[in-house]
């Protein structure tokens, strides 16, 4: 029990190109899911936590803009990246909390290239 | 503000030894610590999690313990072995719910 997915494990886009991934928890209802990027050879930072039904709370110089996160379901959320740069190629991991709210479980994670 | 930091950064050993690996926080009003692992390329891997009330937690050859008063956290591996190299992640909670994390460990057993 408590899988977590993400789709895609990997996208390579061109600069300007907007990216969408998904966060799905597979087995289990999950009203916050979190985002976190990790650059190489670094640990994972905590960009938003993402609440089913309503805004995301986006982390201390993070661009709720460029990173736009939308909750719609309970098993779903997705990070956008919109007009992606170079910059912004990282790994991208997802989790998910379980209902009593004491534990995230983790996603596969997404490697996203921007050329 | 939380700070979890890990020490070593990287470690390589034989096969066959057994390693202490190390987490240190901060603030000592935690409720939980958790090890994970990542390996290369790969998402994260919980291993333990540590409410605490609990002193250290067991699972197969690794063991964890949490000293909150002192704000340290180990991962002790017995018997390592190559298919035990990845870099592994100590998290605590802040904030209620969200996950800050330790600056990992690079752990390598070699043949």
């Known amino acids: 029990g408590a899988v977590v997915s993400q789709h895609p494990s990997r996208v390579i886009c061109k600069s300007g190109t907007s990216v969408k991934i998904e966060c799905r928890s597979l087995?289990?209802?999950?009203?916050?899911m979190f985002w976190y990027r990790q650059f190489p050879k670094q640990s994972l930072m905590l960009m938003a936590t993402s609440n089913e039904g309503s805004k995301a709370t986006y982390e201390q110089g993070v661009e709720k803009d460029k990173f736009l996160i939308n909750h719609a379901s309970l098993t779903l959320s997705t990070l956008t990246v919109t007009s992606a740069h170079p910059e912004d190629s990282s790994f991208y991991i997802c989790?998910?909390?379980?209902?009593?709210?004491?534990?995230?479980?983790f996603g596969p994670g997404t490697r996203l290239t921007v050329l | 503000k939380q700070e979890v930091t890990q020490i070593p950064a990287a470690l390589s050993v034989p096969e066959g030894e057994n390693l202490v690996l190390n987490c240190s926080f901060t603030d000592s009003a935690i409720y939980n610590l958790q090890w994970f692992r990542q390996d290369p390329g790969k998402g994260l891997t919980s291993l333990l999690l540590i409410q605490s009330s609990q002193r250290e937690q067991t699972s197969g050859r690794l063991n964890a313990s949490l000293d909150k008063s002192s704000g340290r956290s180990t991962l002790y591996i017995a018997a390592s072995q190559p298919g035990d190299s990845a870099t592994y992640l100590c998290?605590?909670?802040?904030?209620?719910?969200?996950?800050?994390f330790g600056t990992g460990t690079r752990l390598q057993v070699f043949p």
């Open positions: 989790s998910a909390e379980n209902r009593q709210g004491n534990e995230q479980f």
């Open positions: 998290a605590v909670p802040y904030n209620t719910d969200k996950l800050i």
């Open positions: 087995d289990f209802q999950a009203t916050t």
